[in-house]
């Protein structure tokens, strides 16, 4: 079963993303920055029924995810705790394999509200607290890294709660664009590690190394990373260093790039799992439970089921 998750590290010769292809990747670079949007209104697709979608909504998902890496869903508000129609949405883009996380649902499917329980409540997703720049599943092991991921709002906080995400493929360029060997520090199969989880003498989870960044067998860019600095060991040369604090930078500025959003009731992200943050929320009304939202991990990557499926 871990044989048909894995995917390759080891750059295929031919693609964009393999630090030594310089003229493809800067074709591809050109088409990037030209197709990327303006707003995050460019990334919206209002849905009428999420169980069977028009071709149209179809193709304006595929379109956005292109362009940036993601898209907004918006369900009629009654569908927002539809959890079912969550899972029928994403199989209408070849999301299928669900990661069972620790946290998850029996269904496979999380639901990211507060939780005052100690175990579960350890996890800052869990919480009300800001949450840093990441990709989801970035403690996995190399063969069960997540490529896909939805996020749909049943009720969102009182007061904050705001996503902002990055397309990785535009960190990609950042980092390549100010040096070609921060990209290969990056891709090195040691250059993150994230130390061993363990609760009450009980190893919930081992150390996990990886590359940052890594090129699928399809020759589709992944990337895995967090900016937290606690819990975080990169690899200790000169080059690992300077790409991280480089890429920090990135979430520090002003972006074009970067697209904040507060999700609404019945509002989703459907991602291949682009970079993103939170900032910390309050409640209203001292209601503590009150922010909900589903949460689906796949190993699968958005695709087009009717081209590429
Ligand atoms: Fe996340």
Redesign the pocket.
């Known amino acids: 079963m871990m044989a048909s998750l894995a995917s390759s590290v080891t750059p295929p010769v031919l693609s964009p993303f393999h630090p030594d292809c310089d003229e493809l990747y800067r074709a591809w670079r050109r088409r990037k920055l030209a197709a990327c949007p303006g707003s995050l209104d460019e990334l919206m697709v209002p849905v009428t029924d999420g169980y069977a979608l028009t071709a149209a909504e179809r193709g304006a998902i595929l379109r956005a995810v292109g362009r940036a890496g993601l898209a907004i869903y918006q369900l009629p508000r009654h569908s927002a705790g539809d959890k079912l129609l969550l899972r029928q949405l994403g199989r209408q883009f070849g999301l299928e394999r669900l990661d069972n996380n620790l946290c998850a649902d029996d269904d496979g499917i999380t639901s990211l509200h507060v939780v005052e329980t100690r175990q579960v409540g350890e996890y800052i997703?869990y919480t009300n607290k800001r949450?840093n720049w990441?990709?989801?599943g970035y403690y996995n092991s190399t063969e069960r890294q997540i490529r896909g991921?939805i996020?749909q709002c049943v009720q969102p906080a009182g007061s904050g709660g705001e996503n902002a995400f990055l397309d990785h493929e535009i960190a990609y360029i950042h980092l390549r664009d100010e040096n070609p060997d921060f990209i290969r520090a990056l891709m090195a199969p040691d250059a993150m590690t994230i130390p061993e989880n363990v609760q009450n003498d009980v190893q919930l989870r081992p150390a996990q190394s990886g590359p940052v960044f890594s090129i699928d067998g399809a020759g589709h860019l992944h990337m895995r990373y967090s900016a937290r600095g606690r819990n975080i060991i990169w690899k200790d040369d000169a080059d690992t260093r300077a790409a991280a604090d480089c890429l920090l930078n990135l979430f520090q500025q002003d972006s074009a790039y970067i697209f904040r959003h507060r999700l609404a009731a019945g509002e989703g992200v459907i991602s291949n799992n682009a970079l993103?943050?939170?900032t910390a929320f309050s409640h209203g009304n001292g209601d503590a439970q009150s922010r909900l939202l589903y949460?689906a991990r796949y190993f699968d990557r958005i695709v087009d089921i009717e081209k590429d499926g």
């Open positions: 997703p949450l990441h990709t989801d991921v996020l993103h943050c939170r949460r």
